[in-house]
């Protein structure tokens, strides 16, 4: 076989290709890439927003009584104090934007108008933080965005 300009061409073609797919190959099988959905049954949520809102509207009506913070301790949840714990009943929803697996949901079942999320069951990072709950048939929810 003669090499000459377009034998050179196509060696070089066929080389670039087995290049890129090599690389194609490697993230599909590699488990550090892995290429998950943001979140699970992302059209369900996406239709539940309109019903979140009238629950955000009531959360910020609370007022600064309302909030959540970040602490050398942990993420820290105040309740208003004219709030009666035991009747807040709900879950805290902690969502980890770069990994699923940490991912947590706690029920809220107070003993006080403080939750204290220790910093020892959250990873360094950036928490998306969602706080759904009722108090006396009132529903509420804070959606927030925290960085450890």
Do not use: C
Request: glycine fraction near 6%; charged fraction near 20%.
């Amino acid at each position: 076989m003669k090499f000459n300009w377009g034998t050179g061409i196509v060696f070089g073609i066929a080389a670039f290709m087995i290049f890129i797919l090599q690389y194609v190959i490697r993230v599909q099988l590699d488990t550090r890439y892995d290429n998950e959905l943001v979140t699970e049954k992302y059209y369900q949520k996406e239709t539940e927003i309109n019903g979140n809102r009238l629950k955000q509207e009531n959360a910020n009506k609370l007022g600064a009584d309302f909030k959540v913070q970040t602490t050398a301790k942990g993420i820290e949840i105040y309740f208003p104090l004219a709030f009666n714990p035991k009747e807040i009943k709900g879950k805290v929803s902690l969502y980890r934007p770069s990994n699923q697996a940490f991912d947590q949901t706690i029920p809220l079942e107070l003993s006080s108008n403080h939750l204290l999320i220790p910093k020892s069951r959250l990873v360094d990072g950036r928490w998306d933080i969602a706080i759904d709950f009722t108090y006396q048939g009132m529903a509420y929810l804070k959606q927030q965005t925290l960085v450890l």
